[in-house]
């Protein structure tokens, strides 16, 4: 599985004006783990290491990131 372009994703956030960490949507995404679990598996998805994705996760990234799911993916860059 390739990578989630998440850091793209925060990067095109920031430009747009809206500045979103990765523990915050780690939190969106994890509400029932702890801080420090919420960040390994946000680094997990980062790194490619984690194989199984959410649909509900890639609708949170999108959402807060204002990016679409082809995007995240890596399909198009609009």
Same mark, same amino acid.
């Given at each position: 599985m390739a990578k989630f372009?998440?850091?793209a994703a925060? +990067?095109?956030a920031k430009e747009n004006? #809206?500045?979103i960490f990765k523990k915050d949507l780690a939190a969106l995404m994890?509400?029932?783990s702890t801080e420090t679990g919420q960040?390994?598996?946000m680094?997990? +998805?980062c790194s490619g290491k984690?194989? #199984?994705v959410d649909p509900d996760w890639v609708e949170i990234i999108c959402r807060e990131c204002g990016c679409s799911a082809d995007f995240l993916f890596g399909l198009s860059n609009d």
């Open positions: 372009r998440i850091e925060l +990067l095109r004006g #809206k500045k994890w509400p029932d960040m390994v598996n680094t997990g +998805l984690r194989t #199984k």
